[in-house]
T-cell receptor, first 113, second 112 residues
Framework: DAGITQSPRHKVTETGTPVTLRCHQT?????MYWYRQDPGHGLRLIHY???????DKGEVSDGYSVSRSKTEDFLLTLESATSSQTSVYFC????????????FGPGTRLTVT | KNEVEQSPQNLTAQEGEFITINCSYS?????LHWLQQHPGGGIVSLFM???GKKKHGRLIATINIQEKHSSLHITASHPRDSAVYIC??????????????FGTGTLLAVQP
């Protein structure tokens, strides 16, 4: 299994508070991704990174920001959490654009009350 | 209309049955992926293919690029195969990254 961890694994927070989720990899992979998974929608890309300090938006990026200061860490921040951001968040990594295969972290279940 | 459509959305089978899950897509792709997710669990990549057929144990994945269609087959199904099976495609848009577009998944329940 690819070495990907996510923290926290579960979190309950209140509307309006900032929240940061962490993805950590030990594979030295270049590409990292944040997805959210919601019933009826499948996985949707929030943000991705193609290198240290290189990030770009995905299809559902509103209300989220990311940072990647080191190859191994990709942080997802909910600037002011809303109930619509209650979801399961998955991080994924990929080595090269040629291989395309992505490896997923275990997920973080976030509940915004 | 979603760019990646799976069918059926839900499937119940008896142990030992041959199972087929279908995936159709409407965009140009460079690769197609089949993923597995057990209830409450993480997501595991089963196959990545861009042509032809791949086999791993009791699982077989095929793709027809001309018809923009892929199938995932499970032979001699077992209750431990119960999971959500997700089809995803890597769009062939010439970018430097390999963003995936996902189907909504097929929930498979295999009964003993």
């Amino acid at each position: 299994d690819a070495g990907i961890t996510q923290s926290p694994r579960h979190k309950v927070t209140e509307t309006g508070t900032p929240v940061t989720l962490r993805c950590h990899q030990t594979e030295n992979h270049r590409y990292m991704y944040w997805y959210r998974q919601d019933p009826g929608h499948g996985l949707r890309l929030i943000h991705y990174s193609y290198g240290v300090k290189d990030t770009d938006k995905g299809e559902v990026s509103d209300g989220y920001s990311v940072s990647r200061s080191k190859t191994e860490d990709f942080l997802l921040t909910l600037e002011s959490a809303t109930s619509s951001q209650t979801s399961v968040y998955f991080c994924a990594i990929s080595g090269t654009s040629v291989s395309h295969e992505q490896y997923f972290g275990p997920g973080t279940r976030l509940t915004v009350t | 209309k979603n760019e990646v459509e799976q069918s059926p959305q839900n499937l119940t089978a008896q142990e030992g049955e041959f199972i087929t899950i279908n995936c159709s897509y409407s965009v140009g792709i460079s690769a197609l992926h089949w993923l597995q997710q057990h209830p409450g669990g993480g997501i595991v990549s089963l196959f990545m293919l861009s042509s032809g057929k791949k086999k791993h144990g009791r699982l077989i994945a095929t793709i027809n690029i001309q018809e923009k269609h892929s199938s995932l087959h499970i032979t001699a199904s077992h209750p431990r195969d119960s999971a959500v099976y997700i089809c995803a495609v890597t769009m062939n848009y010439g970018g430097a990254t390999n963003k995936l577009i996902f189907g909504t998944g097929t929930l498979l329940a295999v009964q003993p």
